[in-house]
């Protein structure tokens, strides 16, 4: 079960949640990288401080999620698909989200 959350709804939901998420990117072979980062909102983007790999796949291929997982085996995680984009600031490289769909999912049920 999936429940939608909107864009306008997600600064107000984010403030809710854990300071880092875990940052899906596709890498050159196209198989997917998985990185943990601080995110902070930014008026209707995100940002999070991103190593130099990570900045490459974003460059590449911009399509990314965003996925905050629940605290334990009954919370609902928060998956976010945004296009992300990088830019250096003061030598760090910082990816800037921007979210065009987002959604609670419940977890499986126990085998």
Request: hydrophobic residues 45%.
């Amino acid at each position: 079960m999936s429940i939608k959350v909107t864009v306008e709804e997600l600064p107000d939901t984010l403030a809710d949640m854990a300071p880092a998420a875990f940052l899906s990117t596709a890498g050159a072979d196209g198989r997917p990288k998985v990185t943990h980062v601080p995110v902070r909102v930014v008026g209707s983007t995100l940002e999070a401080p991103v190593g130099a790999g990570t900045a490459a796949n974003i460059g590449r291929q911009p399509l990314v999620c965003l996925v905050w997982p629940g605290s334990d085996d009954q919370s609902m995680s928060l998956l976010v698909d945004a296009v992300g984009s990088t830019e250096e600031r003061g030598g760090e490289q910082v990816a800037v989200f921007h979210p065009s769909g987002a959604v609670w999912h419940r977890p499986a049920p126990a085998a």
